[in-house]
């Protein structure tokens, strides 16, 4: 399975920007969608997941300005993020289970400045 992240850019605070994750293979096959981050000198970090069901789930940080979704017919999963941070800031990866093997993206850069 190979992932491949983009949409990432330089934005101010308060701006928004939309994340595209492509996937090789079908959705329907994926069990959960993630995306992660990673900002400068820290560990990686789950931001949102999305469940096959549906379901989905964010870190407190993010709930309310950001919404991950899903379209099967693109294969590709995507991360809608507005009212940006500063602390947005990094490196934005989108993850795949599919039977309990883990894929991960490329990553796409993430900057906000105040």
């Known amino acids: 399975v190979q992932l491949q992240a983009s949409g990432g850019g330089s934005v101010q605070a308060g701006g928004s920007l939309k994340l595209s994750c492509g996937v090789s293979?079908?959705?329907?096959?994926?069990?959960r969608m993630w995306w992660f981050r990673q900002a400068p000198g820290k560990e990686r970090e789950w931001v949102a997941?999305?469940?096959?069901?549906?379901?989905?789930a964010y870190r407190n940080s993010v709930k309310g300005r950001f919404t991950i979704s899903r379209d099967d017919a693109q294969n590709t999963v995507y991360l809608q993020m507005n009212n940006l941070k500063p602390e947005d800031t990094g490196v934005y990866y989108c993850?795949?289970?599919?039977?309990?093997?883990?894929?991960w993206g490329q990553g796409t850069l993430v900057t906000v400045s105040s």
């Open positions: 993850r795949a289970e599919v039977a309990h093997f883990d894929y």
């Open positions: 293979r079908s959705l329907s096959s994926v069990d």
């Open positions: 997941f999305l469940i096959s069901d549906g379901r989905s």
